[in-house]
């Protein structure tokens, strides 16, 4: 295969890789392949120092491999449950989060200061916002990364989102077209399928996609979901189908940018068609970027298929020329060599983890955080310094793939002590075994009051067993839902309920400041409880 074709077909992929420094595979990928897209994970983010000195060794292999442009580096950094960034950088609130606080400024905001943290940290190109549209209570992957239920408020707030990011320079990407929403399958896990016919998904799951595009976007991510009103070869993922692609995201709806795959090794396609087989029918349904995250011999055996589709005319070479042709303006348009300084001894920028940054960020966790359920006004809690208050949590084992597993710990306790230092802690199994409950029954008779925080509950669960459990024995419990807002559904009785929206510090700090009126919250529902 000539080079130039060889070179294009490497600046269409997206590759990750393990580690904390550029390891001798990728560059090896930027050097000889060209490779002209990286994805980082929480595997390769350490502290800010060394995650600034990443992306400098990552862009200085691609400009000493004779990239014509610097690389696209992207993290999923949506904010709330699914974040990148570690130690240094700035918690900002998550989209429902956002959702809750009731204005789409916010929204703006937040992708402005994210966007500017990015950038400092030499990554240029954010895969969020999520424009799904959570009208499924049971979607065991959208969740708390939507706005709301609503399409209209999820293509306000993502149009503002969008906007934020764009104004601090970075790369945004609205995902995942042509909706993911209304699944009630992980397609990390298998593949989802979303039935409705073409006069629903006009109204509500194209419809924040629609808003978007005529604002501006950048990239659009692809999901790994069967939509039978549109494609009718059975089983067909919308990533891997041109009439999704082509025919209803490129002619339908206008849309002339980079469309990128999401990760090509998730089960609903490398258990399916297989990651390589599915690049080359992405590729021909008319996506530009493959996304291949994590195994070195799957990046290896995608470039390799590729190549080999074209030399035998399976792909068209106009169709990689169009894709390279539309990666390369976007390229243009947001990064220049000029731009990035290659020098390796450059501090982390003091926008980073900035304390303008924290308190813009906490005010609007007041805003959105959300008393969802307070009878006898129980709220605040009314306690004397010798009261003692029993903390109650199960395990925060992340509940989606997608989410970081850096983060699955709870700061509830030490925030309860840090106000009332006559607090016990017990953390249980998740779910909580049934001797554990009984165990944690017995003692909650001898405390004066319980907090008891919740992690996605659902139908016939642990949960619910241990707060009725806790309830017997105590009348003045409060329960923080620190993820899914939908938890009360299934705890009816309980007098005291708030729903944080996510386990993030800041969050369930202001939460704990709420239960004991140390700070006003102000957030609404942005979904209706069953």
């Not at 501006?216 to 919308?238: C, K, L, Q, W």
């Not at 300084?341 to 308190?359: A, I, W």
């Amino acid at each position: 295969m000539e080079k130039d074709l060889k070179k294009k077909i490497g600046q269409l992929m997206v590759f990750g890789f393990k580690g904390k420094t550029a390891t001798p595979e990728i560059k090896k990928l930027i050097r000889e392949h060209q490779v002209g897209g990286i994805i980082l994970f929480a595997r390769n983010i350490g502290t800010t120092e060394e995650v600034l000195a990443l992306t400098k060794e990552l862009q200085r292999e691609a400009k000493e491999a004779g990239h014509e442009k610097p690389l696209l580096i992207c993290v999923d950094q949506e904010n709330g449950v699914v974040r990148r960034l570690g130690d240094g950088a700035t918690i900002f609130p998550g989209s429902m989060l956002l959702g809750a606080a009731g204005r789409s400024e916010n929204a703006y905001i937040t992708g402005l200061l994210t966007g500017r943290e990015l950038k400092a940290l030499g990554i240029n190109w954010n895969l969020a916002p999520v424009l799904d549209v959570n009208n499924n209570p049971n979607n065991p992957v959208i969740g708390v990364r939507s706005y709301s239920e609503s399409a209209e408020i999820v293509a306000e707030f993502g149009k503002q989102a969008v906007k934020g990011m764009q104004d601090a320079g970075l790369i945004t990407t609205i995902k995942h077209f042509p909706g993911h929403g209304d699944t009630s399958v992980d397609s990390h896990l298998d593949l989802p399928v979303i039935s409705h016919g073409m006069e629903r998904l006009e109204e509500v799951e194209l419809k924040p996609f629609r808003e978007v595009i005529k604002q501006g976007a950048d990239t659009i991510m692809s999901a790994h979901v069967y939509f039978p009103a549109i494609e009718d070869r059975e089983n067909v993922p919308a990533t891997l189908s041109r009439k999704v692609i082509t025919g209803l995201l490129r002619e339908k709806l206008g849309y002339q940018g980079v469309i990128t795959t999401d990760c090509m090794e998730m089960n609903a396609i490398s258990e399916g068609i297989g990651t390589a087989e599915g690049a080359v029918e992405a590729l021909k349904a008319g996506v530009d970027l493959i996304m291949v995250s994590h195994l070195q011999s799957r990046q290896y055996e995608t470039l390799s298929l590729v190549e080999a589709a074209v030399g035998s005319g399976e792909i068209a070479e106009e169709v990689i020329d169009a894709a390279y042709g539309r990666v390369m303006a976007l390229k243009e348009k947001y990064l220049a060599w000029d731009d990035i300084s290659l020098d390796s001894m450059e501090v982390v920028p003091p926008v980073v983890g900035s304390k303008l940054h924290e308190v813009e960020a906490r005010e609007i966790y007041k805003q959105g955080i959300t008393i969802v359920k307070n009878e006898g006004d129980l709220l605040p809690l009314q306690l004397e310094d010798a009261d003692r208050i029993l903390v109650v949590y199960p395990e925060n084992s992340y509940a989606m793939q997608v989410e970081d597993k850096r983060y699955a710990t709870f700061s509830l306790g030490e925030a309860v002590r840090q106000l009332h230092k006559n607090t016990e802690v017990v953390e249980l199994s998740n779910p909580p075994k049934v001797e554990e409950i009984e165990q944690v029954q017995q003692i909650a008779k001898n405390f004066e009051a319980v907090i008891v925080g919740t992690l996605t509950v659902m139908p016939d669960d642990q949960q619910v067993r241990l707060v009725e459990a806790l309830y017997k024995e105590n009348k003045q419990i409060a329960v923080i839902a620190t993820r899914s807002p939908y938890d009360i559904a299934y705890l009816p009785d309980i007098p005291a309920y708030i729903a944080t929206y996510e386990f993030t510090t800041p969050a369930l700090q202001i939460a704990v400041d709420a239960l004991f009126g140390k700070e006003k919250v102000k957030g609404k529902l942005p979904v209706t409880l069953p």
